[in-house]
């Protein structure tokens, strides 16, 4: 019901925002790496654990019952069939760095086999991503479009691919790197330029927010995008996926609802000479 939603809405907003201001605060002590995950590139920092903690902590106060999903690990069945999909530090390289860029990603999911933006049969059905340097918190609830700190937010205009704005991500494998770099290679020279922000929540974020046209990235974990692909879903953007990935590794592929084609089809002659 439209008032469940808003009160798990309200949960993952206070939730994202805390942490996230906690994180930022952590920030300014510094950072080291605690260790590397499935490369020497994708690192995890004692904030990332500690920001995890917090989250599922807070979850477990105010919503017991439900299960939990994260990044570092956290893994709790619930009995409700809620999932909570967290991701504590999303942009962990620019943190790393202090690059301004990073979010708490914060996302309610149901498994009921409707149809909704996740590519691993759950259903993202809220979703809060907060950007703590910045202080923009970015909200949706399904149905209920999407905000920016409680300002409406009208997604990505229809935009020709050369001229369109397209942000992207790499993974962290060779072999990955490999595959995207072709990609890359094909639409450089057919779009108006390609960033890569470095926190797939914040590019769904600036999707919805009109800050850049497309998004596309290959390899994403249901943490990176659960929350943000419902909010560029919710703003008016169209999500696709491609129909020959590999199972967790979903293609994301993001635009307005009449752009996205040309990018699927340039994406797809890339993949068609590898
Ligand atoms: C990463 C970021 C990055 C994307 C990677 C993700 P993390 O998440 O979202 O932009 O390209 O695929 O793994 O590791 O910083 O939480």
Not at 41 to 53: G, I, L, P
Not at 217 to 230: C, F, H, I, S, T
Not at 234 to 246: I, K
Request: negative net charge.
């Amino acid at each position: 019901s439209p008032d469940a939603l808003a009160s798990l809405a309200d949960i993952a907003a206070t939730l994202a925002r805390s942490v996230g201001d906690t994180i930022r605060s952590l920030r300014e002590t510094g950072v080291d790496v605690a260790a590397t995950k499935t490369s020497i590139n994708d690192v995890v920092t004692a904030a990332d654990r500690r920001a995890e903690k917090l989250l599922t902590a807070g979850l477990r106060e105010l919503r017991p019952d439900d299960g939990i999903l994260g990044e570092e690990g956290a893994s709790i069945e619930g009995s409700t069939g809620i999932t909570w999909v967290v991701d504590p530090i999303d942009g962990t390289v620019n943190y790393l760095y202090n690059l301004p860029v990073y979010a708490v990603s914060v996302a309610a999911t149901v498994s009921d086999g409707a149809a909704g933006t996740m590519a691993d049969g759950r259903r993202a059905v809220v979703g809060a991503v907060y950007l703590p340097v910045t202080d923009e918190l970015f909200t949706a609830w399904q149905g209920g479009g999407a905000q920016l700190n409680g300002v409406p937010l009208d997604g990505p205009a229809e935009t020709p691919l050369g001229s369109a704005l397209v942000a992207t991500g790499f993974g962290y494998t060779v072999e990955r790197r490999t595959e995207q770099a072709a990609v890359v290679q094909r639409l450089i020279p057919r779009v108006r330029d390609i960033r890569r922000i470095g926190s797939a929540a914040a590019d769904l974020c600036f999707l919805a927010a009109g800050r850049i046209d497309a998004y596309y990235e290959r390899g994403l974990q249901p943490w990176d995008y659960a929350a943000g692909a419902l909010i560029a879903h919710e703003a008016g953007a169209a999500l696709l996926g491609r129909g020959h990935d590999a199972p967790g590794e979903p293609m994301l592929i993001a635009a307005a609802p009449g752009s996205v084609g040309e990018l699927q089809a340039e994406i797809e002659a890339a993949y068609a000479t590898l």
